[in-house]
Nanobody, 121 residues
Framework: QVPVVESGGGLVQAGDSLTLSCTAP????????RGWARQAPGKEREFVAS????????YYADSVKGRFTISRDHAKNIVYLQMNSLESEDTAVYYC??????????????WGPGTQVTVSS
């Protein structure tokens, strides 16, 4: 089974953009809510964004609303996180998962290993 894998992280400057990708097996992708969470050094993992199975409803943390966009490609089993106007506070490891709840990450499963995003000010 294809594992969940995040990619697209890197080192950028404040104000730059990045697009993260998450590939997942069809068994945990098609029809399921998928989400992105992040964990900064010394902090707990927190909700970032989620998207419903159809891809027509998106939910965002207040801290990223208006800057980040979550989307999904059903043909490729990929979930994207477009991140614009990045800030140093966005520095974290970003994780993709199957979301058992739009907001409560404690109900999320099938986590990927994460991808590091570092924003220099």
């Amino acid at each position: 089974q294809v594992p969940v894998v995040e990619s697209g992280g890197g080192l950028v400057q404040a104000g730059d953009s990045l697009t993260l990708s998450c590939t997942a097996p069809v068994s945990t992708f098609s029809g399921y809510v998928r989400g992105w969470a992040r964990q900064a050094p010394g902090k707990e993992r927190e909700f970032v964004a989620s998207i419903n199975g159809a891809g027509d409803k998106q939910y965002y943390a207040d801290s990223v609303k208006g800057r980040f966009t979550i989307s999904r490609d059903h043909a490729k089993n990929i979930v994207y996180l477009q991140m614009n106007s990045l800030e140093s506070e966005d520095t974290a490891v970003y994780y993709c998962a199957r979301a058992g709840d739009f907001w409560a990450i404690e109900r999320w499963t099938d986590w990927g290993p994460g991808t590091q995003v570092t924003v220099s000010s």
